[in-house]
C-alpha cells in the first residue's frame, strides 16, 4: 500500500506531535473512524477514514472503527457489511478493534442516569415543536423548559419508565440541564435520549430509548480512550457540548472513561460534478438514476472499486488534497490525474478500436499474414511484449481520418500517409461513401519500406494510428462514463434540487467492438490501457460473460488539464 509510506504534514499532525512532546495521556496515540451505517461510503469518507487511520500509524497508536449506530430507523446490517469491505479494501487496518456504539448502550444508560443525580440532566415533556420554539434564536437567548426544575427522584423514575416503554415515540425527552442562554445554540439544554420504539440491527428491542450523536459520540470516544476525535468542519459548533460531555463522563464514570478526548475539526471534501452526502447519493439510488450504491458512477468506494479505480490511486488523492480548516472544492481533474498516474506504468498495451472505420489495403498481398511486436508496458521491459496480428483488411478509429482537413492534422486524409503503430505507414487512395455519403471504407496503400523499426523511406511521418487487422478482431463491449453531473457544482443548481443537473449521457454503451487477440486472455480485475483511449478495467462481476465487458475508468487525457507530476 502507498498509504502508509510519507509522513503525513498538516496542521493535525503538528497538533498531535505537540502533544505527543508534552507528554498528554502518556504520548499514547488513539484514533477513529466513526461512519453512521446508514449508506455506502464515499470518497469523503474515504479521507476522513484514511486520515484518521494514517495519523494512528504515524505515531504507533492505535485505531479504531466504531459504527456510530444509534439511529435504528436508517440503519442497516447491508451498510456495516459494506462498510467493512470497503474500509478493507482502502488498506484500513482496526486489528481487533471494530465496534458498535450500541455495544455500550448501558454504560450509556448509566451514565444518564449520573448525570441526572448530579442535577445536569432531566426528563422533559416538552414535544419536538416546543423544544425548538424555547430554544431561541442566534440573537435571542432561550427559555427554560417548565420541566427544568424537576427533581432528581422524578427524573430519574421518568427516565427509568421511558426506557421501559411506558411513553410513546416523542412524549419526553431526556435533556441536558446546560444554559438556556448561552451564546452557542448546542448549550441551550440539548436533548441527549429520546424514545424510539424501533427494533435495532443489533439489539433488537432491547432499548426504546435511543442517545443522541451529541450525546453517544463524545462518551464513546472517551470509553475507547481515543485521544484525538477527528470529524470534520460541521461539527465546529459542537465542541463546547463535546468537551461538557467528556468531562462529565470524566468525572462521573472515572472507571470506564480512559482519557479526556478532544475534538479537531477538518475540512470536508467536495469535489466538482460530484455530490457527496448519503442523503443525495441515496436519492439517486432510490429513483433509479443509477443502476445502485455501487454503479460505477457514483463517487461511492464501491462505485470506484467497480469502476476500477485501485486503492493507491485513492490514497494518492487524499495525500495530494492535504488536510485543511476550510472546506474547499477539488477539481475532478485532479482525481483523474492521480488515476492515471497510478495506472501509467501497471496496465498493459493493448489495441482497440472504439469507433471503427474499415480500411483495405489495396497492394497487400492475399492471404498475407505478418505479426508485429508491441511492448506491453513502454516503461517497463519485464512487462514483456507481444505479438500482434497485421493483414490486409484493418480497423482504424474513425476520428483518425478526415477528408478535408485543417492544418496540422497529423493523422490520415486523402493522399496522405499515417503509420500504424508497429507496422506500416498507409496513404490514403480512396474514399468510398455510402448512398448517405457518410465514409464507410477507405482503400490505401502501404508502403514497405515504412517498416516500424525498419523505415528505409526517409520520409518523416507524423501521425500513428492504432488499429486492429479485421480478420482477427475479438468483439468486446465497453462501457464509457462521463460525471454524473454537468455543473460543477450541481448541488447549487435547479433551485436547491441537485438532480436538476444530472447528466443523461452519463453512461454510453459501445457493443461489439474490435479488439486484438490479446484482449481474450484479460482476467477478471484486470486493467488495461487501450492505446489513446484510456484505462478499462474488467468487472470481475462482469465476468465471465458471453463477451468481455470493459468499464472505461478514465481517458488517456483531459485536454484543458496541467497538474505537474509530483516526483518526475
Ligand atoms: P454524509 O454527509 O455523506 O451523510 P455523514 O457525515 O453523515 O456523511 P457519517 O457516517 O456520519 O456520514 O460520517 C463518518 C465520518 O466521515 C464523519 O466523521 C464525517 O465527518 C466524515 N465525513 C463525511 N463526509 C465527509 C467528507 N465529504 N469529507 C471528509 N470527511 C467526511
Ligand atoms: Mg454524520
Not at 388 to 397: L, R, T, W
Not at 480 to 490: A, G, I, N, V
Request: proline share 6%.
Amino acid at each position: 500500500m502507498s498509504n502508509e509510506a510519507e509522513t503525513p504534514s498538516n496542521f493535525i499532525y503538528n497538533m498531535i506531535l505537540e502533544d505527543v512532546e508534552r507528554g498528554e495521556n502518556d504520548g499514547r496515540v488513539h484514533t477513529r473512524f466513526p461512519p453512521e451505517p446508514n449508506g455506502y461510503l464515499h470518497i469523503g469518507h474515504a479521507k476522513a477514514a484514511l486520515l484518521n487511520y494514517n495519523l494512528a500509524l504515524a505515531f504507533d497508536g492505535k485505531f479504531n472503527l466504531r459504527f456510530d449506530d444509534t439511529n435504528p430507523v436508517a440503519e442497516e446490517e447491508e451498510f456495516v457489511d459494506s462498510i467493512i469491505a470497503d474500509l478493507s479494501w482502502l488498506g484500513v487496518d482496526w486489528e481487533d478493534r471494530l465496534f458498535f456504539s450500541s455495544d455500550s448502550f448501558d454504560t450509556k444508560y448509566e451514565f444518564a442516569r449520573r448525570l441526572i443525580e448530579a442535577g445536569r440532566a432531566y426528563v422533559c415533556d416538552l414535544g419536538p415543536e416546543e423544544i425548538r420554539e424555547y430554544r431561541g434564536t442566534l440573537t435571542e437567548p432561550g427559555r427554560e423548559s417548565p420541566y427544568r426544575d424537576r427533581s432528581v427522584e422524578e427524573n430519574l423514575d421518568l427516565f427509568e419508565r421511558m426506557r421501559e416503554g411506558e411513553f410513546p415515540d416523542g412524549a419526553r425527552v431526556l435533556r441536558a440541564r446546560i444554559d438556556m442562554a448561552s451564546g452557542n445554540l448546542n448549550m441551550r439544554d440539548p436533548v441527549l435520549y429520546r424514545i424510539l420504539h424501533a427494533t435495532h440491527h443489533r439489539t433488537g428491542d432491547a432499548w426504546c430509548i435511543y442517545p443522541m450523536y451529541d450525546f453517544d459520540h463524545p462518551f464513546t470516544d472517551a470509553l475507547e480512550g481515543i485521544t484525538h476525535s477527528l470529524c470534520s468542519i460541521e461539527y465546529s459548533d459542537h465542541r463546547p457540548l463535546y468537551d461538557w460531555i467528556v468531562d462529565n463522563a470524566v468525572e462521573l464514570m472515572p472507571d470506564a472513561t480512559r482519557c479526556r478526548s478532544r475534538q479537531t475539526e477538518f475540512a470536508r471534501l467536495n469535489m466538482t460534478h460530484m455530490v457527496l452526502s448519503k442523503r443525495k447519493l441515496r436519492r439517486l439510488v432510490t429513483d433509479g438514476h443509477v443502476e445502485g450504491w455501487d454503479d460505477p458512477r457514483m463517487p461511492t468506494i464501491s462505485g470506484m472499486r467497480r469502476r476500477g479505480i485501485t486503492p493507491e490511486a485513492i490514497a494518492d488523492f487524499q495525500e495530494r488534497v492535504g488536510v485543511a480548516r476550510s472546506d474547499s472544492l477539488v477539481d475532478l481533474t485532479m482525481f483523474k490525474f492521480c488515476i492515471r498516474n497510478d495506472l501509467e506504468d501497471k496496465a498493459e498495451r493493448r489495441m482497440v478500436v472504439l469507433d471503427p472505420l474499415k480500411v483495405s489495403i489495396t497492394n497487400w498481398p492475399e492471404d498475407r499474414e505478418e505479426r508485429v511486436t508491441l511492448e506491453n508496458i513502454p516503461r517497463d521491459e519485464s512487462a514483456g511484449t507481444r505479438q500482434v496480428p497485421f493483414g490486409g483488411e484493418i480497423f482504424i478509429e474513425r476520428e483518425d481520418f478526415m477528408e478535408d482537413p485543417p492544418k496540422k492534422f497529423h493523422r490520415l486524409s486523402p493522399g496522405e500517409e499515417i503509420r500504424l503503430k508497429g507496422a506500416y505507414a498507409i496513404k490514403c487512395e480512396e474514399v468510398i461513401k455510402d448512398a448517405e455519403g457518410s465514409v464507410v471504407e477507405l482503400r490505401c496503400t502501404y508502403d514497405p519500406a515504412t517498416q516500424s523499426g525498419n523505415d528505409t523511406s526517409g520520409r518523416k511521418i507524423r501521425g500513428v494510428a492504432h488499429w486492429v487487422s479485421a480478420r482477427h478482431a475479438v468483439a468486446i463491449d465497453v462501457r464509457l462514463y462521463d460525471t454524473l453531473f454537468l455543473e460543477e457544482s450541481p448541488e447549487d443548481e435547479g433551485d436547491g434540487d441537485f438532480t436538476a443537473s444530472i447528466n443523461p449521457d452519463s453512461l454510453e454503451l459501445l457493443s461489439g467492438v474490435p479488439a486484438e487477440p490479446a484482449i481474450a486472455d484479460t482476467g477478471a480485475g484486470d486493467r488495461l490501457q487501450f492505446m489513446r483511449k484510456g484505462y478499462f478495467y474488467l468487472d470481475p462481476e462482469d465476468a465471465p460473460g458471453n463477451r468481455l465487458t470493459f468499464n472505461r475508468i478514465v481517458p488517456l487525457k483531459d485536454t484543458w488539464a496541467k497538474i505537474k507530476k509530483k516526483g518526475k
